[in-house]
Every structure is written in structure tokens, then in C-alpha cells.
């Protein structure tokens, strides 16, 4: 069975890093791009992050240019997100998840992930 687990969300103070990573099993998962999401309370989810399958080509939502990077180790069937220079607004829950095509759209990924949640205080 296809399942994706992401960890290492936690409580942060603004300024501050974190480091999120996916677990991705079931799958081809070199074969796959990966994306990150988020999604604040009673708000839409938001494209972060995509990386191509090799991991030579990323794109990043216009929010989090600059501070955060993504990241892949197709050898742990792993892909990363670091989050630097936190900001409040950067508080919501984080989805990683795989699609068979370049995307920034959530309808294009067809695994998902069951979200770690970041907290960003100030």
C-alpha cells in the first residue's frame, strides 16, 4: 500500500528553522514528483514546493521563495523540506504528496500524506 508519513513539524519561534521530512513507501517513488502543501485553519491548501524526480528542478510558491528548500533522497525514498526565516504566517499543517506530472496543483497528486503541524510564534 502507498503511504506517505511526514514528521518533524513542531512549535517554532518566528526567526527560527525547521526541517520536515516525508517517508514515501508503495511506490515508485523515483518516478514520482513531490510536492509540499499547507494548509492553515479554515483556509485553502497552499502549493509550497515541488521537486522534479531526479531532483535537478524545484519550484517554490511565491510565499516561501528564499526561505525554504526541498529536497530529495531517492535512495531513502525521501523527500525534505527545510524552512528557514519563519514567520507567523507560515503556521498550518504540511502535506507532502506525489503526482505523476510536473504541478503546482493540488488535483494533480494522487498520494497524500496525513500532514505534520507547524506552529510559528511570535
Known amino acids: 500500500q502507498v503511504q506517505l508519513v511526514e514528521s518533524g513539524g513542531g512549535l517554532v519561534q518566528a526567526g527560527g528553522s525547521l526541517r520536515l521530512s516525508c517517508a514515501a513507501s508503495?511506490?515508485?517513488?523515483?518516478?514520482?514528483?513531490m510536492g509540499w502543501f499547507r494548509q492553515a485553519h479554515g483556509k485553502e491548501r497552499e502549493f509550497v514546493a515541488a521537486?522534479?524526480?531526479?531532483?535537478?528542478?524545484?519550484t517554490y510558491g511565491d510565499s516561501v521563495k528564499g526561505r525554504f528548500t526541498i529536497f530529495r533522497d531517492n535512495a531513502k525514498n525521501t523527500v525534505y523540506l527545510q524552512m528557514n526565516v519563519l514567520k507567523a504566517e507560515d503556521t498550518a499543517v504540511y502535506y507532502c504528496?506525489?503526482?505523476?506530472?510536473?504541478?503546482?496543483?493540488?488535483?494533480?497528486?494522487?498520494?497524500w500524506g496525513q500532514g505534520t503541524r507547524v506552529t510559528v510564534s511570535s
Open positions: 504528496a506525489a503526482a505523476w506530472t510536473s504541478s503546482h496543483n493540488t488535483q494533480d497528486y494522487g498520494y
Open positions: 508503495g511506490l515508485s517513488f523515483s518516478s514520482c514528483v
Open positions: 521537486i522534479s524526480r531526479g531532483g535537478a528542478s524545484t
